[in-house]
């Protein structure tokens, strides 16, 4: 089983992390909890030993759905990411982001009820809170890493610049930041700070919801997605994307295990998450780890996508 030491935290992580936001029904719809649980058993059984959630993935229920299915599963064997930032703990508040100490010290308690365990491996601040201190949100991350309710903490979805604010202020030790080939700009500021300061990188979206799979000819109607799933913009994509299929075949693995091979190729990322819902999608994720790519078909993947149009 193949593992990777997750920056300075020195955990033992999958390359492949297992996301859950897809049990969030408001973004994507009915979701079958039976069918996820059996793919996050799957994920042990495939070699992934790396769980993302956030609280509000679906007001609380992708935890919840976390901790049943993994509760069978020794706890040292896993590694589990939640996230703090939003706040529905009481339905007045559900607009209100709160990274205040007694926010996140209120948050991390539900956490943990909901995926029944005594801590968290890693912590991250969800997005940057403009309203609270940063001397104030790394205290209570200190404070819960003292209590042993939290092994490591860190930062998501946050500018640079909130990053080496933070940084200055406290052991942020993780960086979860966006990170697709149509959407990696993130590689020319966010991951090489990360880097000098020794943090593990675990992106997330390097699929682009599921763009770069290759299984859109760019003629079927998506209900969700946005603009690069509607008219002829999404049939260049989806064009774009199937091109992929020769260097896919030199390897002996599909267009999905193609991409994510290859930004996990990239030095400063650690892990991918990447989004689940069924067993067979965590089989197809995880067959991407342990696959080497070679640097000419490297760029030539990132010359056939471009940038991103808009």
Known sequence: ??????GKTGLEVSPICYGSWQLDEKFWGPANVEE???????AGEVGVNFFDTADCY???RSEEVIGEALSTVPRDQVIITTKVYHNFLEPNRLDVPDLSYDGIVEHCEASLKRLRTDYIDVYLCHMYDKFTDIEETTRAMDDLKKQGKVRHYGM????VEAMRLGIQYGDYEVLQPRFSFWRPETEVDMLPLARSQGMG???FSPLLGGLLTGKYTGDEKVERGGRYFRGELFKDLAGRVRKLAPIAEKYGITITQLVLAAVL???MIHSCITGIRKPAYIEEAAGAMGVT???KDYYTLRRTLG????
Do not use: F
Request: without cysteine.
């Open 1 to 6: 089983m193949e593992r990777v030491i997750l």
């Open 36 to 42: 996820h649980i059996a793919a996050m058993r799957r």
């Open 58 to 60: 679906g007001n609380g």
């Open 156 to 159: 998501s979805s946050w500018p």
């Open 201 to 203: 990188v675990m992106t």
């Open 265 to 267: 190729a990239n030095p």
């Open 293 to 295: 790519i070679e640097r």
């Open 307 to 310: 940038k991103l149009p808009g």
